[in-house]
């Protein structure tokens, strides 16, 4: 009777295991929602209200891809992500959903790796240079308009003439300053012409701004490398990097740097992949909808951008919100994986909303989705993704595999634990201090100066050389020492 659900997530090729097929409240016997891994770089969203379990799915996906050695990325903006470094509790609830599954319960902790680009959030830190950026990157992040990326391009052409590296935005600072210096002036305008004091005090402004959110903390050295998001442990389990940005509301723009330059360099230094059997790596954005409500204009354009292109990398990202329509339009019709938790209709907006949900999924006969969004049961969802021909799968009502791994928060003393047996945080922990391009153009500024107190003196001993009554006086005056001199030979 349900064959036609049946056989369309009954798959060869590899893949994970997501869950069984419910149909009318009813396990449907010998059913398992299977994703074909190859498919994930496809992307997805995983939408549901607040308490629908949405977070949950996206822990078992990380789960099941780490098990069959896909690395993934996940933002924790709650802070609950965290439990998947950690064995799960048994419980009845669970194991009777295991049981009803036919799947065994096996609590175990994931390899995880816990990140942070705040000073005041345990992780290993995460940093960038000014330079890693460039004048394009750097100007989209300040949203600099057309006249002020020019100016901004001309500063990173005279540092890279001078071979100045410009790492903190204390470096970036003071090359601003410098190029309103009268050195400055004739260092750079001579070559690459005039820079408005009114544009400079415009980046100075955004500089602040960003600084104001820890940006002096994550504009640093060491950088950090993407290949480093994507390890294995010794059993070749993917490693679940865990970024925690708890603070991401009160620092939207620096969360959006990181994001700029984080999918940029996933796009500029991954190589061409092609169709794989599975990822490389998995990008998970939990709690999406403050990403695009406080993203830059920059962040949301390559967003954009980055999801139609960066498949071609290998490379999958999945969208984890409250509905539909917190995520763009053009980015939406880009996600071929599907999983969509309870919603809730309490307004006239709300039942509009649900209605507008509905239609994104394909037709089916065997489920009223509209009625099914808001009856979907905690650890429920309607489900549809990508087949092995790359057709939208059959609409599916989809009982969830429960986590393996911990429903909840690390203690601070699990955190120290898990920092301290990090591989990774020897190695980014201590902040470099070099010879900073600071000091190099305060130098720079100051071989300016003697070079034209120099020439000053030379240009006055030239013109007293000329003098008349100047060259005079000096000859009387070596007159009369030869004069003393000769008569105090005499005498001896």
């Given amino acids: 009777m349900y064959e036609e659900l049946i056989s369309a997530y009954r798959v060869e090729l590899p893949a994970i295991s997501f869950g069984g097929i419910l149909v009318d409240g009813t396990l449907v016997p010998g059913s398992h929602v299977n994703l074909l891994l190859k498919q994930f770089n496809r992307h997805g969203l995983v939408a549901g209200a607040t308490g629908s379990g949405k977070t949950k799915s996206l822990q078992v996906l990380a789960e099941k891809l780490s098990l069959a ?15 998947l470094a950690m064995s799960g509790t048994p419980n009845k609830g669970l194991e009777e959903r295991c049981q009803s599954l036919n799947i065994p319960f096996e609590p175990q902790g994931f390899p995880v790796e816990l990140l942070s680009i ?9 940093r960038a240079t000014v330079g890693d950026f460039g004048p394009l990157l750097f100007s989209r992040m300040l949203e600099l308009n057309d006249t002020q990326s020019g100016v901004l391009t001309i500063l990173f052409e005279y540092t890279k003439a001078k071979a100045f590296n410009i790492v903190t935005l204390d470096d970036f600072r003071a090359l601003l300053q410098f190029s309103q210096t009268e050195a400055g002036i004739n260092a750079i305008e001579k070559k690459y012409g005039h820079i408005s004091s009114t544009t400079v005090g415009t980046i100075m402004r955004k500089l602040i701004e960003l600084e104001s959110q820890e940006g002096g903390y994550f504009f640093g050295e060491p950088a950090y490398h993407i290949n480093d998001l994507m390890r294995f442990d010794s ?21 959006s ?22 990822p490389k790596l998995m990008l998970f954005i939990d709690e999406a909808h403050l990403i695009f409500n406080n993203a830059t204009k920059a962040l949301l354009n390559l967003l954009d951008t980055i999801v ?26 880009q996600l071929g994986l599907k999983i969509q938790h309870s919603l809730r209709a309490f307004t006239a907006n709300d039942r509009k909303a649900i209605a507008l949900t509905a239609k994104n999924f394909p037709p089916s006969t065997f489920y009223n989705t509209e009625e099914l969004l808001t009856s979907l049961g905690i650890g429920e969802a309607l489900l549809t993704a990508i087949d092995g021909k790359g057709v939208p799968t059959p609409l599916v009502q989809c009982l969830v595999c429960p986590p393996q791994s911990r429903m909840g928060v690390l203690n601070a003393e699990e955190e120290a634990l898990m920092l301290s047996q990090s591989p990774l945080y020897p190695k980014y922990q201590n902040r470099l201090e070099h010879p900073l391009a600071k000091e190099l153009i305060e130098t720079q500024n100051v071989i300016n100066t003697v070079k034209e107190n120099a020439a000053i003196e030379l240009s006055m001993i030239d013109k007293l050389s000329k003098n008349t009554l100047f060259r005079q006086v000096v000859r009387d005056v070596f007159k009369k020492l030869m004069q003393i001199l000769l008569s105090m030979l005499k005498k001896k």
């Fill in 308 to 333: 139609k292109l960066i498949r071609s990398k290998g490379v999958g990202i999945v969208f984890c919100t409250q509905t539909p329509k917190d995520v763009p339009e053009n980015i939406l019709s």
């Fill in 257 to 278: 740097t990181f994001m700029v330059k984080l999918l940029s360099d996933i796009y500029r230094q991954l190589p061409e992949a092609g169709d794989l059997d599975k």
């Fill in 235 to 255: 059993s070749g389990r993917g490693i679940i990097s865990i970024l925690r940005v708890m603070d991401m509301q009160d620092k939207p723009f620096l969360f």
């Fill in 69 to 83: 050695g896909v690395p993934s990325l996940l933002l924790d903006v709650k802070g609950d992500l965290s439990g």
């Fill in 118 to 126: 705040s000073e005041h959030i345990k992780g290993v830190p995460v």
